[in-house]
């Protein structure tokens, strides 16, 4: 009995995706240097990016146990294993890692230049967004309207701790579709994935808002005592979006710049992650449609109660998602 020997290990060349994720994070670290006079140890910030790449790949290896198991107990042993030998096969790896690597270079860039937006371009465009938003909607204010249609302090509350979960839900979509068998498929979502962030982030360059709850606080003092949470979380952005653009007046001594702490309105990202999520699994996962599609609906109305952002911001988060989709799946089989 001859064994049978092994192919060569295929790599696929880079892709458009990866090629976009690494000139996205050097496009972004040459204006905060050239442009916000900010020097950023690139490196640095790489490092500390360690945790969170160690939790995209641990979330993909999670998605692909979960789906070993699945087939496990629907299929039995011998089919279990023949996916568990797919799936770590020296090139499904390298594979993983690139998509590990490339999607922790779009979410660098986006935190990045979210931070950065008091610096990079100081001008606000929220009165131009509400009277944009009214507009459209024949002279109505959607952010009032929404508050006074449903005025339960209990829904207020659970979209208070329901909108904090929203990374909760990225990472449960990430790692579900990260762990995908085919390469293609993976390719498809990492593509798709990387340019809602990198997109997002730079349409918040060319568009920075602050969003209602900052432009227009009064609309909200109804709510505010429901939403604790998310009054502390604008409270404490709004503290650091206004240290980070007095840093040429007052100097970088003693200022911390946290990457999690940006501020931005238009899109909603919010919004457009999940609805990305929801169309991607359209085809995919009817389980996961219908779950994302009902988070992006609760989400979208949130955004409103809790004053975050414009309807418009959402309109413009559910196209992002939409074109992001039909981005990935340009050469998906079965697309209509």
């Known amino acids: 009995m001859t064994r049978r020997r092994a192919g060569p290990l295929f790599i696929p060349p ?44 641990g979330l993909t290896a999670a998605g692909f146990l979960l789906r070993t ?36 270079l779009a979410a660098h860039g986006y935190t990045w230049l979210k931070i950065f937006l008091p610096l990079l371009n100081p001008a606000l465009h929220d009165a131009a ?101 998310q009054t502390a979380t604008q409270k404490t952005l709004i503290r650091h979006y206004q240290s980070v653009r007095s840093l040429r007046e007052m100097g970088e001594e003693g200022m911390v710049v946290s990457p999690v702490l940006g501020v931005a309105a238009m899109p909603s990202l919010h919004v457009a992650g999940q609805a990305f999520f929801a169309l991607f699994a359209r085809r995919r996962s009817r389980p996961l449609f219908v779950f994302f599609t009902a988070a992006t609906a609760l989400t979208f109305y ?10 418009v911001d959402g309109y413009a988060g559910l196209l992002l998602g939409w074109l992001c989709v039909r981005v990935a799946d340009r050469d998906a089989p079965g697309r209509r």
Not at 70 to 97: E, K, M, N, S, Y
Not at 302 to 311: D, N, R
Request: net charge positive.
């Open 69 to 104: 198991l699945l087939v496990l107990q629907r299929d039995g042993r011998a089919r279990a294993g023949l996916l568990l030998g797919v799936g770590t096969r020296p090139t499904a790896l390298i594979d993983v890692a690139r998509f590990v690597l490339f999607t922790m």
């Open 129 to 229: 967004l509400a009277r944009m938003d009214a507009g459209l909607h024949v002279g109505l204010n959607v952010n009032r309207f929404v508050i006074e249609l449903l005025p339960f302090r209990g829904l207020w509350r659970l979209v208070d701790g329901y909108y904090m979960l929203f990374l909760a839900t990225v990472l449960l979509g990430l790692g579900w579709f990260a762990s995908a068998l085919s390469l293609k498929e993976r390719a498809r979502f990492g593509a798709g994935f990387a340019l809602l962030w990198i997109t997002g982030s730079w349409f918040y360059l060319a568009v920075p808002s602050l969003g209602p709850c900052y432009a227009f606080p009064a609309d909200y003092e109804t709510v505010r005592e429901s939403l604790p949470i």
């Open 302 to 311: 949130g955004s409103l109660v809790t004053g975050w952002h414009y309807a």
């Open 14 to 57: 880079l892709r458009a995706y990866e090629v976009l994720a690494a000139l996205h994070v050097i496009a972004v670290f040459l204006l905060i240097r050239w442009v916000a006079f900010f020097d950023v140890s690139v490196g640095g910030t790489l490092r500390d990016q360690l945790p969170f790449t160690l939790s995209i790949a």
